[in-house]
């Protein structure tokens, strides 16, 4: 992505809680469960946004700007156990990408479900023998529903990236 400018790596299986102080950044982690706030950047923000989440529990803030973009990757690939992320704030244009879920995976979506104060929309992808996937999209600023799905507010889609060969799961709000 052309305008990312700062990065964070740290690929571990430690728990991490990430900050960023500025916008347009790069935060990749590792198996942990991992916190990352992209929320200091207040209404006015801006930028690009890029956060690839391992396993584990994951729990992002985007910022609330309506001109800052923000992207999640959750890669569940070589996940042990069951994952369960957390987007809060998730808004026009933002997008998460759910690697290692193929078409074959039942997806269950529930209203209302998530973390006491950050309950939303959740995704319960399950595909048998492997652990779920789980994803909330956060109420609060902008919330979601069920009946996004159908109104043309979210997009959902399957892919299979050519450079890997893996399957994907692509979520975006559209609407």
């Known amino acids: 992505m052309a305008n990312l400018q700062n990065q964070f ?3 571990t299986t430690d728990s991490l809680s990430i900050t960023a102080t500025k ?3 790069f935060i990749h982690t590792g198996a942990g469960n991992d916190a990352v706030d992209l929320s200091l950047f207040g209404p006015s923000g801006g930028g690009t946004n890029v956060v690839d989440c391992g396993g584990g529990s994951n729990f992002v ?3 609330i700007s309506p001109i800052t973009i923000g992207t999640v990757f959750i890669d569940i690939r070589a996940a042990a156990a069951d994952t369960w992320t957390t987007v809060a704030n998730f808004h026009k244009g933002d997008a998460v990408t759910i690697y290692g879920v193929t078409p074959a995976a039942a997806l269950d979506w529930q209203d209302g ?3 006491a104060g950050f309950a939303g929309l959740t995704l319960h992808a399950i595909a048998p ?3 779920v996937a789980s994803l909330t999209l956060a109420s609060g600023y902008f919330e979601h529903a069920k009946a996004d799905l159908g109104n ?3 997009a959902v889609s399957f892919g299979d990236d050519p450079a890997s060969g893996s399957s ?3 979520i975006q709000q559209i609407g």
């Open 168 to 170: 994907y799961l692509h």
């Open 9 to 11: 790596l740290a690929i």
């Open 152 to 154: 043309g507010r979210l």
């Open 113 to 115: 479900q998530g973390a």
């Open 129 to 131: 023998g492997k652990p």
């Open 61 to 63: 803030i985007a910022s």
């Open 23 to 25: 916008p347009n950044n």
